[in-house]
């Protein structure tokens, strides 16, 4: 069976550090791989997309980026946090066709003091 | 274009009562429609969807919901709020090859 797995569940960080969540799937090739933002009494907010190794799609233009190293792998890195970059971080998988849901892991809660 | 709009950030029933999370979406092809939820601090759970075929769709926990094209709808119940229910819950479309997400609403039960 499929599984995620995000690490590491929280995390509290300073401004200006650097940051990088880390997104592995396993039991399924090639899928396509998401990261959504949650803010405080916000909904879900995409912010990057990747329908193959090396391939990144941003919504959202900002501090944050994206990287896809291996099939199942997906990273999302920053240089230099702000504190709006606070929230709870999902990633999640996808296959190709249109009808599939997505699969989420259990997040990652980012505060940036 | 999609989007997704769900009706009422908060909803509060009583344990027992009927639960109804509204949802309406807009799209310019045939929707494939979901509902997922939420417990505090955790990914996202499906806990439907509606792709082809029947219109009313169950799914687990005792929800359901029913695709109304005419009201552009996929409303989610439940004949029977229990405490576990309590959680957000988020209404979505794919019209395309990806999930646009409503708002959200959370759900609260009193005993």
């Known amino acids: 069976s499929q599984t995620i797995h995000q690490w590491p569940a929280t995390l509290v960080q300073p401004v200006g550090s650097p940051l990088s969540l880390e997104c592995t799937v396993e039991g399924t090739s090639n899928p396509n791989l998401y990261w959504y933002r949650q803010a405080a009494g916000r909904g879900l907010q995409l912010l990057f997309y990747s329908v193959g190794i090396g391939q990144i799609s941003s919504e959202v233009p900002q501090n944050l980026s994206a990287s896809r190293p291996q099939d199942r792998q997906f990273i999302l890195s920053s240089k230099k946090l702000l504190l709006s970059d606070s929230g709870f971080y999902l990633c999640?998988?996808?296959?190709?066709?249109?009808?599939?849901?997505?699969?989420f892991g259990e997040g990652s809660r980012l505060t940036v003091l | 274009a999609q989007s997704v709009t769900q009706l009422g950030s908060h909803v509060s029933v009583s344990e027992g009562a009927l639960v109804l999370l509204r949802c309406n979406y807009s799209?310019?092809?045939?929707?494939?429609l979901f509902w997922y939820v939420q417990y505090p601090n955790q990914g996202l759970q499906l806990l439907l969807k509606?792709?082809?075929?029947?219109?009313l769709v169950k799914g687990i926990n005792g929800f359901e919901a029913e695709f109304k094209k005419s009201e552009t709808s996929f409303h989610l119940t439940k004949p029977s709020a229990h405490m576990s229910d309590a959680a957000e819950y988020f209404c979505a479309v794919n019209a395309g090859n990806m999930l646009t997400f409503g708002g959200g609403t959370r759900l609260m039960v009193k005993p």
């Open positions: 509606y792709t082809t075929g029947a219109t």
């Open positions: 799209s310019s092809v045939p929707p494939y």
């Open positions: 999640a998988w996808s296959v190709l066709f249109r009808e599939g849901e997505l699969f």
